[in-house]
């Protein structure tokens, strides 16, 4: 399909191609916006089925990436790579360096970070290459992992004094699905809150260690849309608000740190047409990107933290809007969205 006419294009400015046969790398670089600032945004190792799969990744997470950015108010675009392949097989340091060459060859437009499948030591590998590189150690904010925890945990209870009327968690059952780098951190502040877990993980060793140290009740992966829980957080992949598992959510609020949680656009108004509440993922899943934003020599973990905890204030905002124009939160997150983004004259 021709890339400009691709159903997930939305005007990207920039989408680079990458192959390089010594290392077996094949990875794709999308650039959606630079006009608050570089691009940035993490790096995904997946093994894509197919080629369209990876490009309609990146050219949906891209967009994500401008639209997060803009509404937490931070001096970046929107970018986000793909590199196909297993990250448990695959990588090499040799393939990380040969994606860090691409990104170094963009001078400083796409500047990369971790993602599912890429972890902060193979971002610090990638940084033997390129200076293009956020979320490391040598950076002072370190790992954006437990920030997007905080994050999402902001963000649930803004959802939670919304729709339930407490902002505590206290006694509130929680489903949580993926318990990695975030949902693990998730759990954490979930539990010491008083919430229930429900959780689920497609790794028994994650299952395991959160039903010893949070007394989660373990659930089945296919099992966790079924559960009785009056929130769900999706922490693992994207597009799990789908034709198929929308029928089975009775959960209340949907809220949690994965990217593209809505398989389409119309997912949005079809869960706010089942009067479940929906926290927009690049809203709530801010975290990360909030704390690299303040990375630097200078790095106040204090400020960075209270940085992330404004994700509450723009989530309430978010669901007053929605409320009062009658629209499904996702309608209204986007619009913020655009407004902050157009605040910003373009560049020359
Ligand atoms: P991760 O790879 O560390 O964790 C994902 C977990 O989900 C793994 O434990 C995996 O086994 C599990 N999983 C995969 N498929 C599953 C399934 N079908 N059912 C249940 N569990 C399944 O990734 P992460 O960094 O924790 O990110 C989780 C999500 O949050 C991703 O969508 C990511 O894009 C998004 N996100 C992450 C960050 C961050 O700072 N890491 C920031 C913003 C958004």
Redesign the pocket.
């Known amino acids: 399909m021709p890339i400009f006419m691709h159903p997930e294009f939305d005007a990207h400015e920039e989408i680079v191609f990458c192959h390089d046969p010594e290392s077996g790398l094949r990875a794709i670089i999308a650039i959606h916006n630079t006009r608050r600032g570089p691009a940035v945004g ?1 790096c ?1 190792m997946w093994p894509y089925a197919t080629e369209d799969e990876a490009l309609t990744d990146a050219l949906r997470l891209s967009r994500g990436m401008t639209f997060k950015s803009a509404l937490a108010d931070l001096p970046f675009g929107g970018g986000k790579s793909v590199i196909v392949g297993d990250p448990h097989k695959d990588k090499t340091d040799s393939l990380l360096i040969a994606m860090a060459g691409f990104v170094e060859s963009l001078g400083g437009r796409y500047i990369i970070a ?4 890429i972890t902060q030591d193979d971002a610090e590998i990638m940084q033997r290459r390129t200076a293009h590189v956020a979320g490391t150690r040598a950076g002072g904010a370190g790992d ?2 437990p ?2 925890a905080y994050g999402v945990y902001m963000g649930i209870r803004a959802a939670a004094a919304h729709r339930l009327g407490q902002e505590s968690l206290k006694g509130i059952r929680i489903a949580v ?7 693990s951190h998730l759990c954490r502040y979930l539990a010491d809150d008083g919430a229930r877990l429900s959780v ?4 028994p060793a ?1 299952v395991t260690r959160a039903e010893t140290e949070f007394a989660a009740q373990a659930v089945a ?1 296919e099992a ?1 849309y079924d559960t009785p829980a009056e929130i769900f957080a999706p ?4 597009a799990v608000i789908n034709d198929v598992t929308l029928p089975r959510l009775k959960f209340r609020i949907v809220a949690g ?3 593209n949680q809505l398989a389409e656009a119309r997912h949005g108004a079809a869960l706010a047409k089942r009067d479940i509440l929906y926290a927009p993922d690049y809203v709530i ?1 801010a975290g ?2 909030i704390n690299i934003s303040h990375e630097g020599a200078n790095y106040r973990k204090d400020e960075a933290v209270k940085h992330v905890a404004r994700i509450h204030n723009t989530l309430s905002e978010i669901f007053r809007r929605a409320d009062s124009e009658r629209i499904p939160t996702s309608q209204a997150a986007d619009a913020l969205a655009l407004e902050r983004l157009n605040s910003v004259p373009a560049a020359a």
């Open positions: 993490g995904r971790e993602d599912v499948g954006p992992s920030s997007t699905q993926g318990l990695g780098q975030v949902g689920t993980d497609i790794d994650a992966p966790i922490c693992a992949l994207g740190a994965a990217n899943n990360g990107v």
